[in-house]
């Protein structure tokens, strides 16, 4: 290894067992007067120089090949506008590489940086590591980074030298928008994008359907978006992704190395399908536009074949306009069907998911069903229902939300949100583990975490901000940092330190008390 001259070690954590690992990543000892770092989620293993510090100046140049060009660019893009320098990318040379000569044990996401007072070097296995170990440099760099325009007279762009080697713990770091109950717009969900790809999220989970509007286009059924895409919470224009503006969400999540998993809520939480196609109610009434926010009351008939002939139009037209591998369900709360009709109806559309080519995912409830092993269950209630989902051997995805609800309220004192699952501070957001937090459920059980947030108070982009900023990067840390590495007191001293960050991007956020803000 490279030396780095004047080194002062400070070993934040090592990798261990877990969902996504390989072999361990082992960290020397740590030496005395550790040296403090602002990066979220905490890396694996960091160790940093006392004073030296590799410096971007107009003569920075980064090195790519093939496979890392496009990530090369991304990261001279970042650099240009703040520094105002050229920050070219060729194969020719540059004090910044990027290769993907890394070992297979750094997995589809792991990375190491390597930085001395000459150089960077950024080496993974996958363009995604790549990605993620930008995020990192982007952290170690000032909070002007982040700015829209030239700030280069105003202070020195130095990344502290040291070596970081660093892979998630979990495959699964989500976040859910529900585009449902209020409708944001391709830019606003572009904007959501850029804000958690800086924290390593690599699911975007979007919530497509509910009582209150329908939010992507089908073409084989026109009038899910005509009717049921024309209202939201509190009445409203509603709205809607067409296909082409949908595959531009997807395409834009791919390029920062995001997944996005397509939510259709079924069979309850179906209010807008049944007022476009009332025949498939058990009623065969057409219901009335809604736009409260109970919900229980909504579903589809299992009994009808037209039922399942809608579903597999809208399986098939959305797996074909998502490469992901997932279609999420729904299958939540539905009071208006008996046991063993809800049961059927979800076998009968895990297959037909199946035979569009993608692998099924449902809120825990659809655990009362006979699940294939590839189908996914995302919990967000009970601890039976996971433990359940677990019996029948399949993985899970851990949303409890009392913990990683976005939605909730953080105190009796904050307007936005609601409070049913209580009042989630950051504290409460960051304390729990994903493999102790259930009986019955080991970190085997579970591929990953998610935040989810619910958009029944939540009109606009400034509001999602505000509700996941700062609790989202919370459960981003539990999702990829190892469980060794978990320290409150650490976390929100790092927390703090996005705030001017934060300011730089344009992002609202709650100043939690709980948080020594600058």
Request: with cysteine.
């Given at each position: 290894?490279?030396?780095?001259?004047?080194?002062?070690?400070?070993?934040?954590?090592?990798?261990?067992?877990?969902?996504?690992?390989?072999?361990?990543?082992?960290?020397?000892?740590?030496?005395?007067?550790?040296?403090?770092?602002?990066?979220?989620?905490?890396?694996?293993?960091?160790?940093?120089?006392?004073?030296?510090?590799?410096?971007?100046?107009?003569?920075?140049?980064?090195?790519?090949?093939?496979?890392?060009?496009?990530?090369?660019?991304?990261?001279?893009?970042?650099?240009?506008?703040?520094?105002?320098?050229?920050?070219?990318?060729?194969?020719?040379?540059?004090?910044?590489?990027?290769?993907?000569?890394?070992?297979?044990?750094?997995?589809?996401?792991?990375?190491?940086?390597?930085?001395?007072?000459?150089?960077?070097?950024?080496?993974?296995?996958?363009?995604?590591?790549?990605?993620?170990?930008?995020?990192?440099?982007?952290?170690?760099?000032?909070?002007?980074?982040?700015?829209?325009?030239?700030?280069?007279?105003?202070?020195?762009?130095?990344?502290?030298?040291?070596?970081?080697?660093?892979?998630?713990?979990?495959?699964?770091?989500?976040?859910?928008?529900?585009?449902?109950?209020?409708?944001?717009?391709?830019?606003?969900?572009?904007?959501?994008?850029?804000?958690?790809?800086?924290?390593?999220?690599?699911?975007?989970?979007?919530?497509?359907?509910?009582?209150?509007?329908?939010?992507?286009?089908?073409?084989?059924?026109?009038?899910?978006?005509?009717?049921?895409?024309?209202?939201?919470?509190?009445?409203?224009?509603?709205?809607?992704?067409?296909?082409?503006?949908?595959?531009?969400?997807?395409?834009?999540?791919?390029?920062?190395?995001?997944?996005?998993?397509?939510?259709?809520?079924?069979?309850?939480?179906?209010?807008?399908?049944?007022?476009?196609?009332?025949?498939?109610?058990?009623?065969?009434?057409?219901?009335?536009?809604?736009?409260?926010?109970?919900?229980?009351?909504?579903?589809?008939?299992?009994?009808?074949?037209?039922?399942?002939?809608?579903?597999?139009?809208?399986?098939?037209?959305?797996?074909?306009?998502?490469?992901?591998?997932?279609?999420?369900?729904?299958?939540?709360?539905?009071?208006?069907?008996?046991?063993?009709?809800?049961?059927?109806?979800?076998?009968?559309?895990?297959?037909?998911?199946?035979?569009?080519?993608?692998?099924?995912?449902?809120?825990?409830?659809?655990?009362?069903?006979?699940?294939?092993?590839?189908?996914?269950?995302?919990?967000?209630?009970?601890?039976?229902?996971?433990?359940?989902?677990?019996?029948?051997?399949?993985?899970?995805?851990?949303?409890?939300?009392?913990?990683?609800?976005?939605?909730?309220?953080?105190?009796?004192?904050?307007?936005?949100?609601?409070?049913?699952?209580?009042?989630?501070?950051?504290?409460?957001?960051?304390g729990w583990d994903p493999a102790s937090f259930f009986p019955g459920v080991t970190e085997a059980d579970v591929i990953g975490v998610e935040a989810p947030l619910w958009s029944e108070t939540v009109k606009n982009m400034t509001a999602v901000q505000f509700m996941a900023f700062p609790r989202l990067p919370a459960i981003a840390e539990i999702g990829w940092s190892p469980a060794a590495a978990k320290d409150w007191e650490s976390f929100r001293?790092?927390?703090?330190?996005?705030?001017?960050?934060?300011?730089?991007?344009?992002?609202?956020?709650?100043?939690?008390?709980?948080?020594?803000?600058?």
């Amino acid at each position: 290894m490279e030396k780095i001259p004047a080194l002062v070690l400070a070993v934040v954590a090592v990798l261990g067992t877990g969902a996504c690992r390989g072999a361990p990543v082992v960290a020397p000892a740590p030496m005395s007067a550790p040296v403090a770092h602002r990066i979220i989620p905490a890396p694996a293993s960091i160790m940093l120089a006392e004073a030296d510090s590799f410096a971007i100046t107009a003569a920075t140049a980064i090195r790519v090949e093939a496979g890392s060009a496009r990530v090369g660019e991304q990261l001279a893009e970042m650099l240009r506008t703040p520094t105002g320098f050229p920050v070219p990318v060729s194969a020719a040379g540059g004090s910044i590489s990027l290769e993907l000569t890394g070992a297979e044990t750094l997995g589809e996401e792991g990375y190491e940086l390597r930085i001395t007072r000459d150089s960077v070097a950024l080496v993974a296995h996958r363009a995604a590591g790549l990605f993620r170990g930008v995020q990192t440099l982007r952290q170690m760099l000032p909070p002007r980074i982040e700015a829209e325009e030239s700030v280069q007279s105003r202070l020195p762009w130095k990344i502290p030298a040291g070596v970081i080697r660093d892979r998630p713990r979990f495959a699964w770091r989500g976040a859910m928008l529900d585009v449902a109950r209020h409708f944001f717009t391709v830019q606003d969900v572009k904007q959501y994008i850029d804000a958690i790809a800086l924290y390593k999220i690599n699911v975007l989970h979007l919530h497509l359907s509910d009582d209150q509007g329908w939010r992507i286009e089908i073409a084989s059924r026109p009038r899910l978006t005509q009717l049921g895409g024309s209202t939201q919470v509190g009445g409203g224009p509603g709205g809607f992704y067409t296909q082409r503006e949908y595959a531009e969400i997807v395409r834009y999540a791919a390029d920062r190395h995001i997944t996005v998993v397509p939510e259709i809520d079924l069979p309850g939480h179906t209010n807008a399908a049944l007022v476009a196609y009332p025949e498939l109610s058990c009623g065969k009434q057409a219901p009335a536009l809604y736009t409260g926010i109970r919900v229980g009351f909504s579903a589809l008939c299992p009994g009808n074949e037209e039922t399942y002939r809608l579903v597999d139009d809208v399986v098939r037209e959305l797996a074909a306009i998502t490469p992901g591998p997932y279609i999420h369900v729904g299958g939540d709360e539905v009071e208006a069907l008996t046991p063993a009709d809800y049961a059927r109806f979800i076998e009968r559309v895990q297959e037909i998911v199946t035979r569009h080519g993608k692998r099924m995912i449902g809120w825990e409830e659809v655990a009362k069903g006979r699940l294939r092993p590839s189908t996914i269950v995302q919990q967000w209630r009970s601890d039976s229902a996971a433990a359940a989902a677990v019996r029948q051997g399949v993985k899970l995805i851990l949303s409890p939300a009392s913990r990683a609800y976005l939605d909730m309220r953080y105190t009796r004192g904050t307007m936005l949100g609601l409070n049913w699952a209580g009042f989630v501070e950051v504290r409460d957001a960051y304390g729990w583990d994903p493999a102790s937090f259930f009986p019955g459920v080991t970190e085997a059980d579970v591929i990953g975490v998610e935040a989810p947030l619910w958009s029944e108070t939540v009109k606009n982009m400034t509001a999602v901000q505000f509700m996941a900023f700062p609790r989202l990067p919370a459960i981003a840390e539990i999702g990829w940092s190892p469980a060794a590495a978990k320290d409150w007191e650490s976390f929100r001293v790092r927390l703090a330190a996005q705030a001017p960050r934060w300011e730089m991007m344009g992002v609202n956020f709650h100043r939690s008390p709980q948080i020594p803000w600058p």
